[in-house]
Structure formats: structure tokens, C-alpha cells
């Protein structure tokens, strides 16, 4: 059996990062992506033009149909899926809690909390109904344990979640030979900032980190796909923090 993984959020950033390392390291590949699908295709061909496979799928992970359609399409272009990297995420943009609008802090937990969920639940009857396994890889951040006061209230509180969901779930489904982790990255350099409306947050920060500078997506990519790999199978319902010691 193929080993097949969906990457949520794969266009660029991150998640292509480790669209392309999982790739190099075996995975056939699903690059998810929610509007971009020049840059998805571009990621797809560098896959391709490096030996691997991989196929671009849009869906929208804050829609549970979406979700649906990502899971059966890729099931039937690529075979049984049997990993999973929840990357798509949001900040809900720059500015104090007070100031934000009770529908963005919506739309930052239905994207990165709820999504995330929605697509745990769909991979984990993928991995029931082949029997052989599987694992989900949580994208979180610094920020679920630093709070990230008077920029990111919200979106720190979500990634909080996602490090229990990633605690509990790891414990109710390790008897299974599923195993369930995450990685909380710190400041990386990608367009998540500029999109945030802070492009200047990387070069700002760099002081504040011990290594004294932000990680780059490929470093990263690295640990998730480590953790994909059988090399942690002893490792399940943990975040592990790649962020240059902050
Ligand atoms: P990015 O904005 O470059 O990439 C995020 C990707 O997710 C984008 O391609 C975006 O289109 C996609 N996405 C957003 N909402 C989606 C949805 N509803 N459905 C499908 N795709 C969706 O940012 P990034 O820095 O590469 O972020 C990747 C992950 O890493 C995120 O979960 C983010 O919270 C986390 N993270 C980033 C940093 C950082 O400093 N860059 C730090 C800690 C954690």
C-alpha cells in the first residue's frame, strides 16, 4: 500500500514545505489549498519534477462538505490515506482582544480548531477502514503557551486547543497503532505575517529568540515530517516545539 497524505493548506508557506519534504521522504502527496491553485499546481510540479507524486485539491477546511469531497477525492485519485499534517491556519489578523470582532475569533477556531478536528475525524476512519494505522500531524505554535498579548488573543487561545486535542486524541486512539502529534513552530518566515497585517513581525522578533533569528518553513517541514516518519513511532500525544529555543 501507497502511503498517501493530505497536507491542509499546501500552496505555499509551511505546508508546502512539507508537502515537498513528505514527498521526498516517500508520501504520495495531496496539496490542499483554499484559493490558490496556480501556487498548489507549482508545488504539485516541483513534487513531480523531483520523482514524486502528489495531486492538487481545493477545499475550504472550515466546511465540513468541503472536508468530505478532499477526503473522497483524494481516497479515489490516490488510494487509502493513511497520514495527515493539519497546517491550514489563520490568525485572524493583528490587534488587541478587545478590538476583535466576535466573528473573526469564529472564523479563527472554525479554521484551525474545528477544521482540524473535522479533518482528524475523516482520517481516522481512512486509517479504521484500512486497518494498517496512521498518523496526524498537528501544526499549532509558540503562541498556544505564550498567550500572544495585544496581537493574536484569539488565535493563541485556538492553538491552546489544538495541543489538548492533539494530547487527547493521541491517548484514545494509540492502542489502535494510530498516533497523533503536533508541532507548535515560532516565528517562521512565510506570508502568514503580511497577511496578519504585521509583515514586519519576523525582523522584529528576531532579537527576542535565543537562536536570534525565525525558523524557516523547510526547518519546520523537517520535524513534521520526522514525525510522520516510522523513526517516531514511539512518539504520539505530544507537541513538539521547533522555535529556535523561545
Ligand atoms: P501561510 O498563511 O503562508 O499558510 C497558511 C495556508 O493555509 C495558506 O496557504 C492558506 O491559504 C491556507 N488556509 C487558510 N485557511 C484555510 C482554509 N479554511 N482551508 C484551506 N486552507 C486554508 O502561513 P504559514 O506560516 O505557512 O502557516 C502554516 C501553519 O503554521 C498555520 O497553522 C500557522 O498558524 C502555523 N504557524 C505559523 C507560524 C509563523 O510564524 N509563520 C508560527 C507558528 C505557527
Not at 500500500?1 to 493530505?6: D, F, Q, R, S, W
Not at 490515506?81 to 491550514?88: C, E, F, I, K, Y
Not at 508541532?183 to 513581525?201: F, K, L, N
Not at 532579537?207 to 525558523?215: D, E, N, Q, S, T
Request: net charge neutral.
Amino acid at each position: 500500500m501507497e502511503k498517501v497524505l493530505i497536507v491542509t493548506g499546501a500552496s505555499r508557506g509551511i505546508g508546502a514545505a512539507i508537502a515537498r519534504q513528505a514527498a521526498a521522504d516517500g508520501w504520495v502527496v495531496a496539496v490542499n489549498y483554499l484559493r490558490d491553485a496556480a501556487a498548489a499546481a507549482g508545488v504539485v510540479a516541483q513534487i513531480e519534477a523531483a520523482g514524486g507524486r502528489a495531486l492538487a485539491v481545493q477545499a475550504d477546511v472550515a466546511r465540513d462538505e468541503d472536508i468530505e469531497r478532499l477526503f473522497a477525492t483524494v481516497q479515489r485519485e490516490l488510494g487509502p490515506v493513511s497520514g495527515l499534517v493539519n497546517n491550514a491556519g489563520i490568525t485572524g489578523g493583528l490587534g488587541t482582544f478587545s478590538a476583535a470582532e466576535p466573528a473573526t475569533m469564529e472564523r479563527v477556531f472554525r479554521t484551525n480548531v474545528l477544521g482540524l478536528m473535522q479533518c482528524s475525524r475523516l482520517a481516522l476512519a481512512a486509517f479504521r477502514a484500512h486497518g494498517q494505522g496512521g498518523v496526524i500531524v498537528n501544526i499549532s505554535s509558540t503562541a498556544a503557551t505564550a498567550g500572544s498579548p495585544n496581537e493574536y488573543v484569539g488565535y493563541a487561545a485556538s492553538k491552546a486547543a489544538v495541543d489538548t486535542f492533539t494530547m487527547g486524541l493521541g491517548k484514545e486512539v494509540a492502542a489502535e497503532g494510530i498516533r497523533v502529534c503536533g508541532v507548535a513552530p515560532g516565528t517562521t518566515q512565510t506570508d502568514i505575517h503580511a497577511t496578519s497585517g504585521d509583515a514586519g513581525r519576523p525582523a522584529r522578533v528576531a532579537a527576542r529568540i535565543p537562536m536570534l533569528r525565525v525558523g524557516e518553513p523547510e526547518e519546520i517541514a523537517e520535524a513534521a515530517v520526522w514525525l510522520l516518519s516510522p523513526a517516531a513511532r514511539y512518539i504520539t500525544a505530544t507537541t513538539l516545539r521547533v522555535s529556535g529555543g523561545a
